[in-house]
Protein backbone atom coordinates (compact mmCIF):
# COMPACT_ATOMS: atom_id res chain seq x y z
CA UNK A 1 0.00 0.00 0.00
CA UNK A 2 1.26 3.42 -0.84
CA UNK A 3 0.31 6.97 0.02
CA UNK A 4 -2.16 8.34 -2.63
CA UNK A 5 -2.43 5.19 -4.53
CA UNK A 6 -3.85 2.33 -1.81
CA UNK A 7 -4.69 -0.11 -4.32
CA UNK A 8 -1.56 0.06 -6.14
CA UNK A 9 -0.05 -3.63 -6.56
CA UNK A 10 3.24 -4.71 -8.07
CA UNK A 11 3.62 -8.36 -9.38
CA UNK A 12 7.05 -9.51 -10.32
CA UNK A 13 8.11 -10.06 -13.73
CA UNK A 14 9.99 -13.44 -14.42
CA UNK A 15 12.00 -13.30 -18.04
CA UNK A 16 9.21 -14.57 -20.31
CA UNK A 17 6.80 -12.18 -18.83
CA UNK A 18 8.94 -9.08 -19.48
CA UNK A 19 7.93 -7.95 -22.97
CA UNK A 20 5.56 -5.22 -22.51
CA UNK A 21 8.11 -4.20 -20.03
CA UNK A 22 10.79 -3.82 -22.80
CA UNK A 23 7.82 -2.13 -24.75
CA UNK A 24 7.38 0.75 -22.04
CA UNK A 25 11.22 1.02 -21.44
CA UNK A 26 11.87 1.41 -25.13
CA UNK A 27 9.43 4.10 -25.79
CA UNK A 28 10.71 5.95 -22.25
CA UNK A 29 13.95 5.84 -24.10
CA UNK A 30 14.88 3.70 -20.73
CA UNK A 31 17.59 0.93 -21.73
CA UNK A 32 15.65 -2.00 -22.45
CA UNK A 33 18.62 -4.68 -23.95
CA UNK A 34 19.23 -5.79 -20.54
CA UNK A 35 16.46 -6.78 -18.68
CA UNK A 36 17.00 -10.47 -18.62
CA UNK A 37 20.96 -10.01 -17.65
CA UNK A 38 21.60 -11.52 -13.97
CA UNK A 39 20.97 -9.15 -11.33
CA UNK A 40 17.99 -7.51 -12.38
CA UNK A 41 14.79 -7.39 -11.09
CA UNK A 42 11.24 -6.02 -12.56
CA UNK A 43 7.78 -5.58 -11.70
CA UNK A 44 4.86 -4.70 -13.02
CA UNK A 45 2.33 -2.26 -11.44
CA UNK A 46 -1.91 -2.23 -11.44
CA UNK A 47 -4.62 -0.23 -10.09
CA UNK A 48 -7.88 -2.15 -9.89
CA UNK A 49 -6.45 -4.68 -12.32
CA UNK A 50 -5.16 -2.13 -15.19
CA UNK A 51 -1.82 -1.82 -15.86
CA UNK A 52 -0.09 1.46 -14.78
CA UNK A 53 3.99 1.57 -15.44
CA UNK A 54 7.25 -0.88 -14.51
CA UNK A 55 9.62 -0.34 -12.42
CA UNK A 56 13.20 -2.68 -12.13
CA UNK A 57 16.06 -2.82 -10.19
CA UNK A 58 19.30 -3.64 -10.84
CA UNK A 59 20.78 -4.67 -7.77
CA UNK A 60 25.28 -4.57 -7.11
CA UNK A 61 25.88 -5.14 -3.33
CA UNK A 62 25.17 -2.28 -1.68
CA UNK A 63 24.10 -0.27 -4.85
CA UNK A 64 21.03 -0.66 -6.83
CA UNK A 65 19.96 1.09 -10.17
CA UNK A 66 16.78 2.01 -10.69
CA UNK A 67 14.52 1.95 -14.06
CA UNK A 68 10.91 3.52 -13.58
CA UNK A 69 8.61 4.07 -16.13
CA UNK A 70 4.41 5.17 -15.14
CA UNK A 71 2.72 4.68 -18.39
CA UNK A 72 2.07 8.43 -20.63
CA UNK A 73 -1.55 8.76 -19.95
CA UNK A 74 -1.31 8.27 -16.58
CA UNK A 75 1.26 10.43 -15.49
CA UNK A 76 0.95 13.62 -13.00
CA UNK A 77 -1.62 11.88 -10.92
CA UNK A 78 1.13 10.77 -8.36
CA UNK A 79 1.66 7.15 -9.64
CA UNK A 80 5.51 7.77 -10.24
CA UNK A 81 5.87 8.67 -6.78
CA UNK A 82 4.16 5.77 -5.49
CA UNK A 83 5.69 3.85 -7.26
CA UNK A 84 9.08 4.88 -6.67
CA UNK A 85 8.25 4.45 -2.83
CA UNK A 86 7.06 0.73 -3.48
CA UNK A 87 10.42 -0.10 -4.95
CA UNK A 88 12.72 1.42 -2.38
CA UNK A 89 10.88 -0.77 -0.13
CA UNK A 90 11.59 -3.75 -2.40
CA UNK A 91 15.43 -2.67 -2.71
CA UNK A 92 16.00 -2.70 0.83
CA UNK A 93 14.44 -5.75 0.55
CA UNK A 94 17.00 -6.98 -1.80
CA UNK A 95 19.84 -5.96 0.63
CA UNK A 96 21.14 -2.74 -0.82
CA UNK A 97 20.80 0.39 0.68
CA UNK A 98 21.95 3.17 -2.02
CA UNK A 99 19.14 3.40 -5.03
CA UNK A 100 20.91 5.65 -8.10
CA UNK A 101 18.78 6.12 -10.92
CA UNK A 102 19.42 8.37 -14.35
CA UNK A 103 17.48 11.10 -14.20
CA UNK A 104 17.34 12.04 -17.80
CA UNK A 105 14.92 14.70 -17.43
CA UNK A 106 13.49 13.61 -14.60
CA UNK A 107 15.78 16.16 -12.08
CA UNK A 108 12.87 17.64 -10.61
CA UNK A 109 10.56 13.93 -9.99
CA UNK A 110 13.08 13.05 -8.37
CA UNK A 111 14.14 15.80 -5.90
CA UNK A 112 10.71 15.71 -5.13
CA UNK A 113 11.02 12.21 -3.60
CA UNK A 114 14.24 12.72 -2.05
CA UNK A 115 17.26 12.38 -4.20
CA UNK A 116 19.86 14.12 -4.23
CA UNK A 117 22.49 14.48 -7.10
CA UNK A 118 25.24 12.34 -7.08
CA UNK A 119 28.97 13.73 -7.62
CA UNK A 120 30.85 11.12 -10.90
CA UNK A 121 33.67 10.23 -8.22
CA UNK A 122 30.93 9.23 -5.22
CA UNK A 123 29.19 6.98 -7.99
CA UNK A 124 30.35 2.94 -7.23
CA UNK A 125 31.98 1.29 -10.06
CA UNK A 126 29.89 -1.54 -10.52
CA UNK A 127 26.68 1.73 -10.84
CA UNK A 128 29.15 3.59 -13.25
CA UNK A 129 29.62 0.46 -15.61
CA UNK A 130 25.37 0.33 -15.86
CA UNK A 131 25.58 3.38 -16.87
CA UNK A 132 24.63 4.66 -20.19
CA UNK A 133 26.65 6.32 -22.63
CA UNK A 134 26.35 10.04 -22.16
CA UNK A 135 24.30 9.74 -18.99
CA UNK A 136 24.55 13.03 -17.27
CA UNK A 137 22.85 13.50 -14.34
CA UNK A 138 22.88 10.65 -12.02
CA UNK A 139 20.85 10.90 -8.08
CA UNK A 140 20.53 8.68 -5.52
CA UNK A 141 19.12 8.15 -1.85
CA UNK A 142 19.86 6.47 0.64
CA UNK A 143 17.31 3.89 1.13
CA UNK A 144 18.26 1.89 3.83
C1 LIG B 1 9.33 10.12 -14.28
C2 LIG B 1 7.95 9.44 -14.29
C3 LIG B 1 8.10 8.00 -13.83
C4 LIG B 1 7.03 10.21 -13.34
O1 LIG B 1 5.79 9.51 -13.32
P1 LIG B 1 4.43 10.22 -12.88
O2 LIG B 1 3.44 9.14 -12.70
O3 LIG B 1 4.11 11.35 -13.77
O4 LIG B 1 4.90 10.78 -11.44
P2 LIG B 1 4.08 11.69 -10.41
O5 LIG B 1 2.70 11.92 -10.91
O6 LIG B 1 4.25 11.07 -9.06
O7 LIG B 1 4.92 13.03 -10.42
C5 LIG B 1 5.19 13.71 -11.64
C6 LIG B 1 4.89 15.20 -11.47
O8 LIG B 1 3.50 15.35 -11.34
C7 LIG B 1 3.20 16.07 -10.15
N1 LIG B 1 1.95 15.52 -9.64
C8 LIG B 1 1.79 14.50 -8.78
N2 LIG B 1 0.50 14.29 -8.53
C9 LIG B 1 -0.17 15.20 -9.29
C10 LIG B 1 -1.53 15.47 -9.47
N3 LIG B 1 -2.49 14.78 -8.85
N4 LIG B 1 -1.86 16.45 -10.35
C11 LIG B 1 -0.91 17.16 -10.99
N5 LIG B 1 0.41 16.95 -10.85
C12 LIG B 1 0.76 15.97 -10.00
C13 LIG B 1 4.38 15.83 -9.24
O9 LIG B 1 4.52 16.87 -8.31
C14 LIG B 1 5.52 15.76 -10.20
O10 LIG B 1 6.00 17.04 -10.52
P3 LIG B 1 7.57 17.25 -10.83
O11 LIG B 1 7.94 16.29 -11.95
O12 LIG B 1 7.66 18.68 -11.22
O13 LIG B 1 8.28 16.90 -9.56
C15 LIG B 1 7.31 9.51 -15.71
O14 LIG B 1 7.34 10.82 -16.19
C16 LIG B 1 7.97 8.59 -16.73
O15 LIG B 1 7.65 7.41 -16.82
N6 LIG B 1 8.91 9.15 -17.54
C17 LIG B 1 9.60 8.39 -18.60
C18 LIG B 1 10.63 7.44 -18.00
C19 LIG B 1 11.67 8.16 -17.17
O16 LIG B 1 12.19 9.21 -17.54
N7 LIG B 1 11.97 7.58 -16.01
C20 LIG B 1 12.92 8.17 -15.06
C21 LIG B 1 14.31 7.68 -15.25
S1 LIG B 1 14.50 5.94 -14.91
Same mark, same amino acid.
Not at 19 to 39: M, W
Not at 51 to 78: A, K, M, Q, S, Y
Given at each position: ????H??L???P?????? *???R????R????H??????????W?? *? *?????????????????????????????????G??????L?????????????????? *??????????????????????????????????A????
Amino acid at each position: MTAGHPKLLWLPLAPFER *EGLRRALERAGLPHDDIDAPGRWFWRF *E *ENDVPVGFGGIEVHGDDGLLRIVTLPVLRHRGLGGAIATALEGETVALGCRTLYVVVGG *EAAFFAEQGYVPSRPDAIPVAIAASLPAGTDLVMAKQVG
